[in-house]
Nanobody, 115 residues
Framework: QVQLVESGGGLVQPGGSLRLSCAAS????????MAWYRKAPGKQREFVAV???????NYADSVKGRFTISRDNAKNTVYLQMNSLKPEDTAVYYC?????????WGQGTQVTVSS
């Protein structure tokens, strides 16, 4: 069983930045593929970004060029740096670990972009 704890959400003005963190339990973090998803009110949960154990990354078109996913294997942590935030980025952001075809989810952290 892997536990994931997100942090770093909050209220930010349009154009601002936030950095989300997701700390994972376990001693094999470097082998996990890690991803961020988000769910806005009234919408389905959607993919945001992934960073694989190899270090390769992919992004949703809606965040490409604005968000950056990274990981620190020594700290068992994955990050999502979010710049140039827009009101449409408002959502609960969830961290996901993919381990041997099983998915593990965090509890989510709220990001609100509003003036």
């Amino acid at each position: 069983q892997v536990q994931l704890v997100e942090s770093g959400g909050g209220l930010v003005q349009p154009g601002g930045s936030l950095r989300l963190s997701c700390a994972a339990s376990g001693n094999a973090f470097s082998f996990y593929d890690m991803a961020w998803y988000r769910k806005a009110p009234g919408k389905q949960r959607e993919f945001v970004a992934v960073i694989r154990s190899t270090g390769s990354t992919n992004y949703a078109d809606s965040v490409k060029g604005r968000f950056t996913i990274s990981r620190d294997n020594a700290k068992n942590t994955v990050y999502l740096q979010m710049n140039s935030l827009k009101p449409e980025d408002t959502a609960v952001y969830y961290c996901k670990a993919v381990i041997s075809q099983y998915d593990y989810w965090g509890q989510g952290t709220q990001v609100t972009v509003s003036s």
